[in-house]
């Protein structure tokens, strides 16, 4: 399998933007998303979508956060507006099979990128 990597992340401040990219050429029809980790805090799915484009958030991002695709590219993005502090965490995207919502692609057997920092600074 080639690796997902992810790239974009960074340090912004409070109310600032980024945006997160991630490769996935070996990953076609899969269930895409993005999950976090902060320091002390579990893994939080963030965004999913599925290879129909289908689309499914957490509440604390849904309004905040977009995850999309670029099929002709293989690439899986989420833009992230209006971070806020409790946004700090390392950021990886993710691939699974099954059901495709942002809960399901924690389970055990997805696929992981290495991971990108986000700092928001307040």
Do not use: H
Request: aromatic fraction near 10%; proline fraction near 4%; include cysteine.
């Amino acid at each position: 399998q080639v690796p997902m990597v992810e790239s974009g992340g960074g340090s912004v401040q409070a109310g600032g933007s980024l945006s997160l990219s991630c490769g996935t050429s070996a990953y076609k029809d899969y269930c895409l998303g993005w999950v976090r980790k902060a320091v002390g805090k579990p893994r939080e799915g963030l965004a999913a979508i599925g290879p129909t484009g289908r689309t499914s958030y957490r509440d604390s991002v849904k309004d905040r956060f977009t995850i999309s695709q670029d099929n002709s590219k293989n690439v899986l993005y989420l833009q992230m507006n209006n971070l806020e502090p409790e946004d700090t965490a390392v950021y990886y995207c993710s691939a699974t099979w099954g059901l495709c919502d942002y809960v399901t692609i924690l389970k055990p057997e997805t696929d992981w990128g290495q991971g990108t920092q986000v700092t928001v600074s307040s």
